[in-house]
T-cell receptor
Framework: DAKTTQPPSMDCAEGRAANLPCNHS???????VYWYRQIHSQGPQYIIH???NNETNEMASLIITEDRKSSTLILPHATLRDTAVYYC????????????FGTGTRLTVIP | DTAVSQTPKYLVTQMGNDKSIKCEQN?????MYWYKQDSKKFLKIMFS???????INETVPNRFSPKSPDKAHLNLHINSLELGDSAVYFC?????????????FGPGTRLTVT
């Protein structure tokens, strides 16, 4: 699985869009980008994943650049409950389904 | 209804003791996992089971023994507890073994070894 790089922390004003970047410059053609988050004292929670097209669900949007070397998770209207550590994970479709979490980005939503 | 539940939520025990953590999922999933999150917040896979069979056993001391009595349960037994075992242990499940399947995590069990 390709390595990912994320900023250690970010702040976002409540109600504004939170844009969380992830760099994965060594990503292979068949590797997916996944995002999970961990709210304090809780287990990680799946958010979204994508291969090369942009994806959107009820929680967030995922924008993957055309060269696929980076991506951005967008929380369109951040709330205080979105304060969490966000993990970007790149995974090939084959192999064991274990997750490898890096250090992630600690997002703080400010009132 | 809680999808993935763990008991106990907190566990404080002394070095050398043996303890168990229980995990149950009511999602009808075939695959379950144990992860460990240490004091530096790194989250690492320990084991995965599929239909009660061990699939992954990462480099974990053999003092840790997972047991799956049925598909809905995956318990973690730890013998001869050491200070370094202090961590938060998370159970998770996924529909099956297919890589990329969304994993659902439990609330965690905070183990403190004194």
């Amino acid at each position: 699985d390709a390595k990912t790089t994320q900023p250690p922390s970010m702040d976002c004003a409540e109600g504004r869009a939170a844009n969380l970047p992830c760099n994965h410059s060594t990503i292979s053609g068949n590797e997916y980008v996944y995002w999970y988050r961990q709210i304090h004292s809780q287990g990680p929670q799946y958010i979204i994943h994508g291969l090369k097209n942009n994806e959107t669900n009820e929680m967030a949007s995922l924008i993957i650049t055309e060269d696929r070397k980076s991506s951005t998770l967008i929380l369109p209207h951040a709330t205080l409950r979105d304060t969490a550590v966000y993990y970007c994970i790149v995974r090939a479709p084959t192999g064991a389904n274990n997750l490898f979490f890096g250090t992630g980005t600690r997002l703080t939503v400010i009132p | 209804d809680t999808a993935v539940s763990q008991t106990p939520k907190y566990l404080v025990t002394q070095m050398g003791n043996d303890k168990s953590i229980k995990c149950e999922q009511n999602l009808g999933h075939d695959t379950m996992y144990w992860y460990k999150q240490d004091s530096k917040k790194f989250l690492k896979i320990m084991f995965s089971y599929n239909n009660k069979e061990l699939i992954i056993n990462e480099t974990v001391p053999n003092r840790f023994s997972p047991k799956s009595p049925d598909k809905a349960h995956l318990n973690l037994h730890i013998n001869s507890l050491e200070l370094g075992d202090s961590a938060v242990y998370f159970c998770a499940s996924s529909q099956d073994l297919v890589r990329g399947r969304e994993q659902y995590f439990g609330p965690g069990t905070r183990l403190t070894v004194t």
